[in-house]
């Protein structure tokens, strides 16, 4: 992907699109958006948040609504690209400059303003990472339970760690060694990885 140093490089760099795109980008400046470049695209922000999005493919060009899910859509415009994956962001795609309504356009920019003034937004949650006791680490556990109190106090991600550490092992003797390893590790409530954190 080639990379833009502004928002003008990356429209005069667009000859399909080039008209389509200074009339839009003309649009977005009539609003109280501040133009960036992020991802090598131009990002219309509001006090940092990312708003709209502009950008240009083979068949279309067209607006990224980052929280468009929140779009009325009255005229019934917008795609979601990814279904499945994409949760919030909406896509307006435009395949000729024709087809670029001036008010319309507008309409769902100061829509999406105002829905970014109120708090509309889905935040990205981060899947929760399970964390699998390997079966000689339950044995310690069970023979030990000292050991499982002392891991019981570990964040989710070092316990992880020290699972994983275990279940990596290829050989069982090696699994033993590790496990007479950690041990005092648990006890002192150090984690596998902490002198890499200091």
Sequence with gaps: MKRYASVDDF??????????LLM???????????EKIKWSFPCYTLKNKNVVGLGSFKSYCGLWFFQGVFLEDVAGVLVNA????????????FSSIEEIDRDLVKAYIEEAIQNQKDGKEIKAVKPVKT???????AALFKN??????????FTPGKQR????????????????????KIKPMLLNGVGLNDHYRS
């Design 161 to 180: 760690e020290f699972a994983e550490y275990i279940a990596d092992a290829k050989r069982e003797a090696t699994k033993l060694s590790r496990i007479e």
């Design 24 to 34: 839009l980008r003309e649009i977005l400046h009539e609003t109280e958006l501040e």
């Design 82 to 93: 990814q279904d499945g994956k994409t949760k919030g962001m909406r896509q307006w795609r």
């Design 144 to 153: 030990e339970p000292d050991y499982q109190l002392a891991f019981g106090n």
């Design 11 to 20: 429209i005069s760099d667009q000859d399909k699109w080039h008209d389509s």
């Design 131 to 137: 964390v699998v006791i390997p079966p000689e680490l």
